[in-house]
């Protein structure tokens, strides 16, 4: 990728400061990430990543020994930070918007994108990893896939754009969004 589309975008052509890739486990935001954030010639920055580096522990294991509540306090806090510097794309993990209010208490200047995948492509995506997903334990990960995703679509679709990860590869979906920025950026959202 790059060439021609990376060529038309520049840090004066694109009309907001950060990009924010929302939605379920298994949806591409961590690989998708990346990927665009190299295309855009800015920074990446995995939520859960950042976390595990600040807390020296995973994120399953202060799920298992902390509960779900402490985790989610320590992801508030680190995406705050996160949240404030230009240039970048951040890569929450799944839960981390559904907090009433959460989205659209985002920052000016940041454009927040809804990575779309079913909840069997997620569980599929995760079981491919090798990835543990404290969330999905249990007999039955597909059912509890879409109880999370039925419970969690309402956050996910406060996000400015909707990008279909369903059959497309990152690289397709990095396409789909570079060309979505260089045909109709989003509204100016810099502050």
Same mark, same amino acid.
């Given at each position: 990728?790059?060439? #021609?589309?990376?060529?038309?975008?520049?840090?004066?052509?694109?009309?907001?400061?950060?990009?924010?890739?929302?939605?379920?486990?298994?949806?591409?935001? &961590?690989?998708?990430?990346?990927?665009?954030?190299?295309?855009?010639?800015?920074?990446? +920055?995995?939520?859960?990543? @950042?976390?595990?580096?600040?807390?020296?522990?995973?994120? !399953?294991?202060?799920?298992?020994?902390?509960?779900?509540?402490?985790?989610?306090?320590?992801? @508030?806090?680190? #995406?705050? =930070?996160?949240?404030? !510097?230009?240039?970048?794309?951040?890569?929450?993990?799944?839960?981390?918007?559904?907090?009433?209010?959460?989205?659209?208490?985002?920052?000016? /200047?940041?454009? &927040?994108?809804?990575?779309?995948?079913? !909840?069997?492509?997620?569980? =599929?995506?995760?079981?491919?990893?090798?990835?543990? $997903?404290?969330?999905?334990? /249990? =007999?039955? !990960?597909?059912?509890? #896939?879409?109880?999370?995703?039925?419970?969690?679509? $309402?956050?996910?679709?406060?996000?400015?754009? $909707? +990008?279909?990860? =369903?059959?497309?590869?990152?690289?397709?979906?990095?396409?789909?969004?570079?060309?979505?920025?260089?045909?109709?950026?989003?509204?100016?959202? $810099? #502050?």
């Amino acid at each position: 990728m790059g060439g #021609a589309l990376r060529d038309s975008l520049n840090a004066s052509s694109v009309p907001f400061a950060r990009i924010l890739l929302v939605g379920f486990m298994g949806s591409g935001k &961590s690989t998708v990430g990346p990927l665009l954030a190299s295309q855009l010639g800015w920074q990446h +920055v995995d939520l859960d990543e @950042e976390i595990e580096r600040r807390t020296g522990r995973s994120v !399953p294991s202060i799920f298992r020994e902390d509960g779900e509540p402490a985790f989610r306090a320590i992801e @508030e806090q680190v #995406a705050r =930070e996160l949240l404030g !510097p230009e240039e970048v794309v951040v890569s929450p993990g799944g839960g981390w918007p559904c907090r009433d209010g959460r989205m659209e208490a985002l920052s000016p /200047g940041t454009l &927040s994108i809804w990575l779309v995948v079913s !909840p069997e492509r997620a569980v =599929e995506r995760a079981k491919r990893h090798g990835a543990e $997903r404290p969330l999905l334990a /249990g =007999e039955d !990960p597909v059912a509890r #896939a879409r109880e999370l995703l039925a419970a969690r679509e $309402r956050y996910y679709g406060v996000a400015h754009w $909707r +990008v279909d990860t =369903e059959a497309r590869s990152p690289e397709e979906v990095v396409r789909v969004v570079i060309e979505r920025l260089t045909q109709e950026p989003a509204r100016p959202l $810099r #502050a």
